[in-house]
């Protein structure tokens, strides 16, 4: 049987998505999209053939709807699409920190949730998406979710009370490597190189040691002491980053996301 998939509010991370399913072999006459804006359905259709509906159509039609509002559009959302979802629809969220439990109580009981929280770089087929099942959500929706999901990088199954844990360390992940080069690059201009190629240098550092942490299967020390030889230039580095808690910083930092994202989950503004 030909599943109907739709993504509703298909802003960035929805027209990566839809992009990969059509990469990966979908075709687009099984696709649907939502947008809010007319030009915006306009550029979506004249970019990828598919045809854009309302979302009361699209949760009348496809088999699989993903979710791809802000958070703080869900709610008006679920409230449009509430009357129209029958309980054997799969909903996909990708609403960072929105609980299964919000989805699921506004919609018909015994429709299955699935939440994925992605990052950025699925935008270039490298992304993590991390996927829970909410109360209703079986091993078929969970596959089912898998497959959407992955022609844009890599899925990771968790509980969901892992959740949190899993926004901190990849839905943040990217942001954490940005600001290391940020900061190397202006060491770059305290050396006296020119921005552009301190810029480069340390790209190209961070794109090779990504590649060496993914491919060699190696622990992370054993790659580092690779490069840590004896009275050398790397561990006078290492020397000053354990000197001024860059290690404890970073577990302080990502503990604080965690907490972040439970608040967020919650409903607190914090
Ligand atoms: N970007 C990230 O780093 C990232 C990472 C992980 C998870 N996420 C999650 O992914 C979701 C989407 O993020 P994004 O960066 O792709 O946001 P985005 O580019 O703003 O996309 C959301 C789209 O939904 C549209 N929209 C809002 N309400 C709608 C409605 N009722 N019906 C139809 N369309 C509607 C918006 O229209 P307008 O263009 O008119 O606003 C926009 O085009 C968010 O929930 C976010 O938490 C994002």
């Known amino acids: 049987m030909t599943q109907k998939i739709a993504v509703l509010g298909t802003g960035k991370i929805g ?53 791809a509002v802000k958070p703080q559009d869900m709610a008006a959302l679920l409230g449009e699409l509430a009357p129209h979802v029958p309980a054997d629809r799969l909903v996909v969220s990708a609403a960072a920190g929105i609980p299964t439990a919000f989805i699921e109580e506004r919609l018909a009981q015994g429709v299955p ?66 600001y290391l080069v940020e900061a190397m690059t202006d060491a770059g201009i305290l050396l006296g190189l020119p921005r552009d190629k301190a810029h480069d240098l340390i790209v190209q550092a961070a794109v090779g040691a990504s590649v060496m942490l993914r491919d060699s299967g190696e622990h992370p020390v054993k790659l580092r ?25 970073l577990i302080a930092a990502l503990e604080a996301a965690r907490d972040r994202s439970r608040e967020l989950a919650s409903g607190g503004n914090g």
Request: hydrophobic share 40%; no cysteine; charged share 20%.
């Open 225 to 249: 002491e690779a490069v840590t030889s004896p009275a050398g230039t790397t561990i006078s580095a290492i020397r000053e980053l354990e000197r001024h808690g860059v290690r404890a910083a």
């Open 15 to 67: 027209e990566a998505l839809l992009s990969g399913m059509i990469r990966a072999g979908w075709s687009p006459s099984d696709l649907l999209v939502t947008a809010r804006r007319a030009e915006r359905a306009e550029e979506l259709r004249s970019r990828h053939g598919v045809a854009a509906v309302t979302n009361a159509e699209a949760a009348k039609t496809a088999d699989t709807l993903i979710l």
């Open 113 to 178: 949730v699935v939440r994925v929280m992605p990052n950025t770089p699925v935008l270039v087929d490298e992304g993590m998406s991390v996927i829970s099942a909410g109360t209703h959500a079986t091993e078929a929706h969970l596959v089912r979710t898998e497959e959407i999901f992955q022609p844009v990088g890599k899925t990771l199954r968790v509980p969901e009370s892992q959740q949190d844990a899993a926004t901190a360390l990849s839905g943040s992940g990217p942001a954490y490597f940005y």
